[in-house]
């Protein structure tokens, strides 16, 4: 069985900082382009930003850039998601996915469970 599992979120107050880990299980993803999605209370789900599949080309939404950091490790196949400077609008499920295809095409083949991230102000 193919899983995604995320995990490090929590309670962080304004200008702190979380690392976000997802998790691959059941195959390898060094193949495939990866991304962190989140969903903000009572919105759709919106990118954060995605890697290709060697880990050297990365894309962030503007209102995450130079505070984010997406990167991977294929030899444990995970995911992260460093995250400095938080702020209270940052509180959202993050999830993280897994793309078809070794650059991002938004044909999302997996998606994990998500892990809360709450910053207090």
């Known amino acids: 069985q193919v899983q995604l599992v995320e995990s490090g979120g929590g309670l962080v107050q304004t200008g702190g900082s979380l690392r976000l880990s997802c998790v691959a299980s059941g195959r390898t993803f060094s193949s495939n382009a990866m991304a962190w999605f989140r969903r903000i209370d009572g919105q759709e789900r919106e990118l954060v930003g995605h890697i290709n599949w060697s880990g050297t080309s990365t894309y962030y939404v503007d209102p995450v850039k130079g505070r984010f950091t997406i990167s991977r490790d294929n030899a444990k196949n995970t995911l992260y998601l460093q995250m400095n400077s938080l702020q209270p609008s940052d509180t959202a499920v993050y999830y993280c996915?897994?793309?078809?295809?070794?650059?991002?095409?938004?044909?999302?083949?997996?998606w994990g469970q998500g892990t809360q991230v709450t910053v207090s102000s």
């Open positions: 996915a897994a793309d078809q295809r070794a650059s991002w095409t938004n044909t999302i083949a997996y």
